[in-house]
């Protein structure tokens, strides 16, 4: 099955960054799978068309007119960041043809020097991060893949690339905003209920919301709670932040242009689940290039 993605030939992506040089490229390979960073402008372009194909035209997100109009989500802050994409080199094209997963990665030192992160729109992260000098925080975002590739492998892959790209820069924290489908956070109580009594984010790691903009997840009684109903309720990706061992915000955040509920979540790398740990290995190198 080949995929195609039609790219725009207009330009509002900003150029990037005079001097700016993403690491090593390729992080990982399974199977036909192949991880690693965009090289290209076209290549950030065609992971914009993605995110927009998933957040536009199927989960109905309404970004600016600029973005609509040209079928891409993008932003000012994608020209400082690094694009991890998954391709899938068994498809015929051109590279910007085999992408079919993607994430935004932002590091602290990086976001500093320039417009900050992206989800301190929502939650104060740089309160979090002061609170934490010497430790290096790394911002996970715009997660997407396209639904027929929504399988074990491509998280897999996904998840090999933020691995090998974290200990090549000696990331201590990676966080970033997840989110539930809808703008009605009480409609996800059980899940978000869950969250907090199971896995909120202690004195080291609590992080709030921004003035007026956060609604606590504190919305069942704990003998409420079925932990099995809450996971099935709760989104894959969030669902695979757990197993890891993240840590969740005690307020949600609701997203009115993505039609969302939004958590922060919080992994500091020394928490990883040693499972995770043994199954990339601690260099990265299980699935390395």
């Known amino acids: 099955m080949e995929t195609q993605l039609n790219r725009s030939v207009s330009h509002p992506f900003p150029a990037p960054l005079a001097g700016y040089e993403p690491a090593s490229r390729v992080l ?44 891409r989500d993008f ?49 104060d992260v ?16 715009r997660s997407c893949v396209l639904r027929e ?19 090549a820069h000696g990331i201590d924290v990676m966080f970033g905003c997840a989110s539930f489908p809808g703008d009605r956070p009480h409609a996800h109580a059980l899940a978000l209920s869950f969250l907090n009594h199971s896995c909120a984010a202690d004195a080291d ?5 921004i003035a007026g903009r956060g609604l606590s997840t504190d919305m069942m009684p704990v003998e409420a709670i079925n932990p099995r109903a809450a996971l099935t309720a709760m989104p894959p990706l969030i669902k695979g932040y757990l197993r890891i061992g993240a840590l969740v915000s005690h307020e949600a955040v609701v997203d009115s242009a993505f039609g969302t509920t939004d958590v ?26």
């Open 28 to 71: 990982g390979r399974i199977g036909s799978l192949e991880v690693r960073l965009a090289a290209t402008r076209s290549e950030i372009e065609a992971a914009q068309v993605l995110r927009y194909r998933v957040f536009v035209e199927e989960m109905g997100a309404k970004l600016p007119e600029d973005a609509m109009r040209q079928k």
């Open 75 to 123: 932003d000012t802050i994608d020209r400082y960041c690094d694009h991890l994409l998954v391709l899938d080199t068994a498809l015929a094209g051109a590279v910007e043809e085999q992408i079919v997963g993607t994430y935004r990665l932002l590091r602290q030192e990086v976001a500093a020097r320039h417009d900050g992160f992206y989800s301190q729109s929502e939650y």
């Open 126 to 141: 740089m309160d979090l991060a002061a609170r934490n000098p010497g430790k290096r925080f790394l911002e996970l975002g």
């Open 149 to 167: 590739y929504r399988t074990r492998r491509t998280l897999e892959a996904l998840w090999q690339g933020n691995w090998a790209y974290a200990l």
């Open 205 to 209: 790691w609590k992080v709030s919301a």
């Open 264 to 289: 922060l979540v919080i992994l500091p790398v020394k928490q990883i689940n040693g499972r995770y740990i043994n199954h990339y290995g601690a260099d990265a190198s299980r699935f390395a290039a």
